[in-house]
């Protein structure tokens, strides 16, 4: 596996223990996990599996994530930690996804 996957795979990893934790004492705790902590999960297996859709979505998503780390910083100080965190799970996921597309396109020819 590709170096950027495996940097890929063990962030989406991190994100979804990351909401696992940030959501444990939540009320709506299910719906919480089903809505953060599944996709990264997801994702995993696709990109384990060495799909190019999955390593897609994962930017795709990563954009979403890092919008609402950066809303959730903001907003509401008591979570800002989690919220930073996510914030930089999300751009280390954006940068992993397309890294072998910004390397065949800029790279050595």
Known sequence: MKHSRVVLALSLF????LFSLWFHDSKLRVAAMI?????PLLLLIGVVRGSA?????A???GLFWFCHGV?????????RGYAL????????????SSWPGVSARFGKK
Request: aromatic share 14%; no cysteine; proline share 5%.
């Open 35 to 39: 809505f953060f902590s599944l996709p």
């Open 14 to 17: 991190a994100l979804s223990v």
């Open 59 to 61: 930017g795709v998503l």
């Open 85 to 96: 965190a996510e914030v930089a799970l999300a751009i280390v996921v954006v940068v992993a």
């Open 71 to 79: 809303m959730e910083a903001y907003t509401l100080p008591a979570v």
């Open 53 to 57: 859709k999955a390593s897609f979505w």
